[in-house]
């Protein structure tokens, strides 16, 4: 498959089961930087996620500056992906998001046709209510987002030639100290460095199906093929 960007930049992209059983966690990056066609390719996949009644309620902030990126590093007890790689996404998950993107994003729906003037105004309810009813669990909710979000970079980047590894450890108050990130209910969801592989990594291996996936019921194993 060929991507081609406004900048008419053609990459021939794995396709999508490809680009899974392919990719690896990362711990080592080459300082190569990512072209900047190739890095809004891989926003506008990115966005192109899904998350609830399409709210897309991530912030997506790309720390390249050098001192952010040791200041990351510090604040994931000195692992070296955040320093290595050109890039790295950090996927803020904000609760409060539908309160200043409903109205853009019921005027999208209606521009591009994918929402009739009906559909639009039951959002314009719906969407305030469901929020407000989820009282603590909207940053769940935000947080579950912009997780769909982040896979979506990291099997849109294996696909693109480029390298990803998810990150789960981190001090999140400083992590929001570093982006500049005030607000309180913001969450800090993923940081996900992207770039060159400097290594090569094998699969380690999956367990069976009969261990983890059930019919049904829980402990009811699927039993395969």
């Known amino acids: 498959m060929t991507l ?6 053609e990459i021939e992209a794995l396709d999508v089961p490809t680009a899974i059983h392919q990719r690896r966690s990362i711990k080592s990056f080459s300082s190569d930087p990512i072209a900047p066609e190739l ?4 926003l506008e996949l990115t966005v192109a996620a899904p998350s609830s009644y399409n709210l897309q309620d991530w912030r997506i902030i790309l720390v390249q500056d050098p001192a952010q990126k040791a200041a990351l590093s510090a604040a994931s ?3 070296q992906m955040v320093v290595q790689a050109p890039v790295t996404f950090v996927f803020a998950a904000d609760p409060n998001a539908w309160q200043k993107n ?15 003037e009906g559909t639009a105004s039951y959002f314009k309810q719906a969407i305030p209510q469901f929020q407000t009813a989820l009282k603590d669990k909207a940053r769940e909710y935000a947080i579950k987002d912009a997780i769909i979000a982040a896979t979506h970079t990291a099997l849109a980047a294996e696909s693109l030639g480029l390298s990803t590894c998810f990150m789960n450890g981190w001090i999140e108050e400083q992590v929001k100290a570093i982006i500049g990130a ?19 990594r094998l699969n380690p291996g999956r ?6 996936v059930s019919i049904d019921r829980l402990n009811n194993p699927y039993p395969g093929v």
């Open 182 to 200: 005030e607000d309180p209910d913001l969450a800090i969801a993923l940081l996900l460095p992207v770039g060159y592989k400097a290594e090569a």
């Open 102 to 116: 409903l109205p853009l994003i019921l005027e999208e729906g209606l521009r591009s046709g994918a929402w009739s």
């Open 207 to 212: 367990l069976p199906f009969s261990v983890n």
């Open 39 to 42: 890095l809004e390719q891989l």
């Open 4 to 9: 081609t960007t406004s900048y008419v930049q």
């Open 77 to 79: 007890w000195g692992q």
